[in-house]
């Protein structure tokens, strides 16, 4: 708690042993740190989840210990988990249980942040929100301190995303300082400042990037057109004839993963990593500039265990024995921590 007021945020923590008398009230984060690995009553386990995702107002972020942590946990078998020798019970949980279980408990679907943490939305539009920003990368507009400037960014977004924005895209100050212009002005300083080639390449960027999306959100199962983010609808009226026609190509995009030559061919052609008989191996810097189809192999397997904070070399395997099609090669492509 003092570390989250250090940084400016209001928090109050509660705990019933080291602080029972705090009372506990609805927030829009609430954050159940290390709680369900150490409860050793399923019961109480669930009822501790329960209580959590009813005070959250806009998100609940679940954090356990995994099972790849036992070699450091040394005790007797209790229950479902272990009893240490300090008299503390520890259930390890898998990589996909916890979100199976944090799933199961608040009726949504969750989003592996990273391995071992949880996101439970309380609104789907927060959520593909969140998975919005976490393939699309190149959604920041430059800063604007005058008229010039905000032309300047304006145009930078659209070599960048391949389409002129809307004006809710717009940050508020960029809006302000280009409101006494006419959109018919606006337009002609674009088209008149905008490199036609950046705009054609900031356009096939995009339309892979939203084929990306649809592919990774068909895991948690697709919804409405008007669920997704403003932006991403605004790209697919853009790009594809319709959501439907979208949805398509990224359903024949995830069928790709299936297909052992295609993906190897995918992992010869990559201008980034080194590539070994048995993996490819990518620095976090390059992921953006693999073939689409390795970005949604690495995005497959961040749904199943999350990305680590700090890894910075991601392992894709091509090679080995596959007993589920190609869900058995996503598990495998791991980020891997502190390399």
């Given at each position: 708690m003092r570390a989250l007021r250090h940084m400016g945020c209001v928090a109050v923590g509660w705990d019933p042993f080291y602080q029972p008398d705090v009372r506990v009230e609805p927030c829009p984060v609430v954050l159940l740190t290390y709680v369900l690995n150490v409860i050793e009553d399923p019961a109480e386990r669930h009822r501790t989840l329960r209580r959590a995702w009813e005070l959250a107002g806009t998100v609940l972020i679940v954090s356990a210990r995994l099972t790849w942590e036992r070699s450091k946990v040394s005790g007797e078998e209790y229950g479902d988990g272990l009893l240490t020798r300090r008299k503390t019970?520890?259930?390890l949980y898998g990589a996909s249980e916890l979100r199976t279980y944090v799933e199961e408990v608040t009726g949504v679907r969750a989003v592996s942040a990273s391995p071992g943490i949880i996101y439970a939305f309380?609104?789907?539009?927060?959520?593909?929100?969140?998975?919005?920003?976490?393939?699309?990368?190149?959604?920041?507009?430059?800063?604007?301190?005058?008229?010039?400037?905000?032309?300047?960014?304006?145009?930078?977004?659209?070599?960048?995303?391949g389409r002129p924005p809307r004006l809710e895209e717009m940050p508020v100050p960029t809006a302000q300082l280009l409101e006494h212009l006419r959109p018919a002005e606006v337009n002609r300083l674009v088209r008149e400042s905008a490199d036609p080639a950046k705009v054609d390449e900031g356009a096939k960027r995009t339309t892979l990037n939203t084929l990306l999306f649809l592919a990774v959100e068909l895991f948690n199962g697709r919804g409405p057109f008007t669920s997704l983010p403003l932006t991403v609808q605004l790209d697919i009226r853009a790009f594809f004839s319709s959501y439907k026609e979208a949805c398509k190509r990224a359903d024949r995009l995830l069928l790709k993963l299936r297909d052992d030559t295609y993906v190897r061919g995918a992992m010869n052609a990559s201008a980034v990593g080194k590539l070994t008989p048995t993996a490819l191996y990518v620095h976090r810097r390059a992921v953006e500039r693999m073939p689409t189809v390795l970005r949604l192999y690495e995005h497959c397997a961040s749904i199943v265990a999350g990305r680590p904070q700090d890894w910075t070399v991601t392992k894709l395997c091509h090679r080995g024995e596959r007993s589920a099609g190609w869900t058995t090669r996503t598990s495998t492509a791991t980020p891997i921590p502190g390399c």
């Open positions: 019970f520890q259930h309380k609104d789907d539009t927060a959520r593909l929100s969140y998975l919005a920003r976490r393939i699309i990368a190149d959604d920041q507009w430059l800063a604007s301190d005058d008229t010039t400037s905000a032309i300047a960014a304006l145009v930078d977004h659209v070599e960048r995303r």
